[in-house]
């Protein structure tokens, strides 16, 4: 067996394992060293294999941490919000209600509106808390009335609250960075000085008034930013 063919082998055994479930999303995969061990084959072997499950988008690898199975490619920014997203994906994560809350206008908002409701969630893959959000959405009088007659979110979910308060985002930015979570640590089970990744997202309508503000802590082990430019470019969000 040549080591062109041996290459194509394993790629196809691990393709193969990521098709059929065995290999599910967000697992890791193992080392390099025990992938060579248990193959038979070389490293080099390895990693070419690798590299065309990574162009492939089977697997993505992380710095310092090695090789995951990919989410399939899935935005968990579409209009059916994360749970479906993530369903699609092979990979369910849960959703759960933290608070939901009446608060004065957030210091990094600007603008006429000066209630609005904070709504604080945890999501978790394989009962693993892996973000932290905080949406605030302009407290409006139809979405104070949609609130109050569901005593909460339709259905637990922003997107449907939005949808029936006529809150429709048509444009938006997201700004990402770094940052430790402080207070927020223990409903992530992880210490203050932890470091997550923040994005912080802003939604218009298409009159340019803000529709929702979303904060997100976002465990880097489980996520990436991933931006594609071009004719048919987009973003992959963080839900």
């Known amino acids: 067996m040549t080591a062109y063919t041996r290459t194509e082998h394993l790629r196809h055994e691990l393709a193969e394992q990521i098709r059929n479930g065995t290999l599910k999303p967000g697992e890791r995969i193992m080392s390099e060293t025990r992938l060579a061990e248990e193959y038979q084959v070389s490293r080099g072997t390895v990693r070419r294999a690798l590299e065309?499950?990574?162009k492939a988008e089977l697997?993505?690898?992380r710095m310092g941490s090695g090789s995951y199975v990919a989410f399939n490619g899935?935005?968990?920014?579409g209009p059916d919000?994360?749970?479906?997203?993530?369903?699609?994906?092979?990979?369910p994560t849960t959703t759960e209600l933290l608070s939901i809350a009446l608060v004065g206008r957030p210091l990094a908002l600007e603008g006429e509106c000066e209630?609005?409701?904070e709504i604080a969630r945890r999501r978790l893959f394989r009962s693993t808390p892996?973000?932290?959000e905080v949406s605030y959405l302009p407290a409006i009088p139809a979405l104070r009335e949609v609130i109050e007659r569901m005593e909460g979110l339709v259905d637990g979910s922003i997107s449907k609250t939005m949808k029936q308060a006529g809150l429709q985002a048509a444009s938006g930015y997201m700004d990402v960075s770094a940052d430790r979570l402080g207070p927020i640590a223990q409903a992530l089970e992880k210490t203050p000085e932890t470091v997550f990744l923040l994005s912080e997202r802003h939604n218009f309508s298409d009159d340019?008034?803000?529709v929702e503000y979303v904060r997100s802590f976002l465990d880097p082990s489980h996520f990436t930013l991933h931006v594609t430019a071009g004719e048919n470019g987009g973003n992959h969000g963080d839900r």
Request: cysteine-free; charged content about 15%; hydrophobic content about 35%.
């Open 52 to 54: 065309q499950l990574k």
């Open 59 to 61: 697997i993505e690898t």
């Open 74 to 77: 899935g935005d968990m920014s």
């Open 81 to 91: 919000g994360w749970t479906s997203a993530s369903l699609r994906s092979g990979a």
């Open 115 to 117: 209630r609005f409701y």
């Open 130 to 132: 892996v973000s932290y």
């Open 208 to 210: 340019g008034t803000l």
